[in-house]
């Protein structure tokens, strides 16, 4: 039986919640399908891995995509010769579908993993004349898909959601992954997410400095890297904080540190597409703090597998956060909830096979 070819056109293979989806498209993918990566502007941890699992990935160095770079992008197509072009993020979205259509291919489907509000006006238009040339727009949410609908102006009928899933947790305890960390003071409060304006860093820390002493006497441990270490790390400092918050930078083995967290805090701001780092936290069995916004509350239940605060409020967030590190029955309880939801609802195979 002759294999259908899958190609994934992304922008770059660092480690982040979209790569990381892609990576388990490709390796759980059906037998039928032979399924390739185009990282169209660097690779990164991911690329590597894919590559130790067998799945060929191509890199073009791209940096826009003008007429220029658009055309090595069809070169690539035709050197490829998908019969599906599966594209993720506005970068790869545009470059691939325009080389999509420049070669003639017309099964062409689109990822959006995120409810990007800073894309300007022009880049919203060419979202929605895109999207005339793609057969579906995939949506991580519900709250993307409103997104695409209402910001971007994509046909609902285009439009369908199929919500991120991650395998099972790695079989770590408590013990191990306190030591992996260096057996930081507890409380640990966690949180993994690149250091990026709109995932509410600044935020974090501003509540963490609110917390009692006896919390402050805990730690503060952030997995990720971005523009923004060197800013957060004087502000931790100006809080009083530096001794307690540990940068870790990107961790290929973050999901193994989980268990060490007694709290898990995505303090978005703007957007969050569903938040692959959450669920981890919740498939590890960890309460989770986080901002009311995108599709973290479609992956938090309030009130019963964490707490769901407004975006950017600090005083909300520094009494979520207190609360259930206080209370350790009932951060007990939300944590074996969302272990819990994680499995009935926000599995890969599930994700893979919609």
Known sequence: MKRARVLHVVEALGLGGLERVVALLARRASPRFAVEVLALARGGQVAAEMEADGTPVRRLDLHDYYPGSVLRVARALVTARPDVVHTHGHFAGAAGRLAARLVGLRVVVHHLHTADDTLRLRHRHLERLLAALTRRVICCSDAVAEHARRELGISWQRVVVVRNGIDPP?????????????????????????????????????????????????????????????????????????????????????????????????????????????????DAGIPVVASRVGGLSEVVLDRTTGTLVPEGDVDALAGAMRSLLTDPVRARAFGDAGRRRVEDLFRAAGMVRR
């Open 170 to 282: 790695p079989p770590i305890g408590r013990d191990a992954a306190r030591l992996a960390l260096g057996r930081p003071p507890e409380p640990v409060i966690g949180c993994v997410a690149a250091l990026q304006p709109h995932k509410g860093h600044t935020h974090l820390l501003q509540a963490v400095a609110a917390l009692p002493e006896a919390l402050r006497a805990g730690s503060l441990v952030l997995a990720g890297a971005g523009p923004e270490r060197a800013r957060l790390e004087a502000q931790a400092a100006a809080l009083g904080l530096g001794g307690m918050v540990r940068f870790l930078g990107e961790r290929p083995d973050v999901r193994d540190l989980l268990p060490a967290f007694d709290l898990m805090v995505a303090p978005s701001i703007g957007r969050e597409g569903l938040g692959v780092a959450v669920l981890e936290a919740m």
